[in-house]
């Protein structure tokens, strides 16, 4: 193909689904399970409850159940995605991956099938590599799921982070649309601070043992209010490194849909960004606390749905996460 084609390819979502498990754990029932209090949790994360899978369920069938809602809103078939990828932190295992896992079960054998480690940013990684690929003519129509089980990596002793996490999963299906579509994308990342926030053991490094369960080196750890403010300056940074080279400012966003972490996160990058959040925020935090990769997949997802996104609107998705890791995406859709 040549090069003039693929800039001229213009590569958009065409479908979404989502899927939620059905249990839900509100901030009154953490209070019986750490020293905690709703109002603590809501005052300082805008929190309400989250949704917890069952014990027998996996990331993967958090992923299938999102990927065919997505897939039929596309209405396409599982035999029409050419590549599928699965943006997880807690996947069903380490190998195989995840993705080859929603493969068999989506019956779509010999498509390729890969997973990417990038915890919050994931969903925007996940179109960024998506979008490449079908630019280059690649593949036509491919899978980005973002799942997670965050609940199997929580540390339910820790009040600093248990309160935080939730389980779900988001899909998009991308193509090449005739109008609009990604306008641009920006993505970073800071390996050098790493371990403000990790599941320490497990890997190559400290492999499983007696003495690392018993240390709880399994769970996520988090240094939140550091966090916090690496946060606030990245997705406000993210968000004017996709916008400014296409000359936007905050005013011709129609829509964030961010990342959600903490309502006051998000509250801080809007003023940053000089959009009111009252308008111009999407917010589900209070019925799924933060889903990590999932929780921008299902708020776009949902953002659709409520139809506060509408055809020729200009959307800003913005995350950041372990990693550390970040990312911005505007599409005009
Ligand atoms: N209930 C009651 N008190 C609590 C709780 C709780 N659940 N958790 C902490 N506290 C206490 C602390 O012990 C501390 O008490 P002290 O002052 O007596 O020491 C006090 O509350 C304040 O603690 P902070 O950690 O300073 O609270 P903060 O206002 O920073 O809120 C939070 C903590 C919610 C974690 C916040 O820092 C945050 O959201 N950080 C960013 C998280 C984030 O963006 N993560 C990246 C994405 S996640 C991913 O990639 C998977």
Known sequence: MFKEEILEKKVGIIGLGKYLPEKRLTNKDIE??????????????????????????????????????????????????????????????????????????????????????????????????????????????????????????????????????????????????????ILSIYLGADGSKGNLLEMPAGGSRLPASASTVEKRLHFLRMEGNILFKHAVKVMAEAALKATEPLGLKGDDINLVIPHQANIRILNAVAKRMGIDPEEKLYLNIDKYGNMSSASSAVALTEAVEQHRVKKGDTILLDAFGAGLTWGAIVIKW
């Open 32 to 181: 019986k399970i750490v020293d905690t209090t709703d109002e603590w949790i809501t005052e300082r994360t805008g929190i309400k409850e989250r949704r917890i899978a069952r014990e027998d369920e996996t990331t993967s069938d958090l992923a299938v159940n999102a990927a065919k809602r997505a897939i039929e809103n596309a209405k396409l078939k599982p035999e029409d995605i050419g590549l599928i990828i699965v943006a997880t932190i807690t996947p069903d295992m380490f190998f195989p991956s995840t993705a080859c896992i929603v493969q068999s079960k989506l019956n779509v054998n010999h498509i390729p099938a890969f997973d990417i480690s990038v915890a919050c940013s994931g969903f925007i990684y996940g179109i960024a590599i998506a979008e490449q690929f079908i630019k280059s003519g690649a593949y036509k129509h491919i899978l980005v799921i973002a799942a997670e089980k965050m609940s199997s990596v929580t540390d339910w002793t820790d009040r600093s982070t248990c309160v935080l996490m939730g389980d779900g999963a988001g899909a998009a299906v991308l193509g090449e649309v005739e109008e609009g579509g």
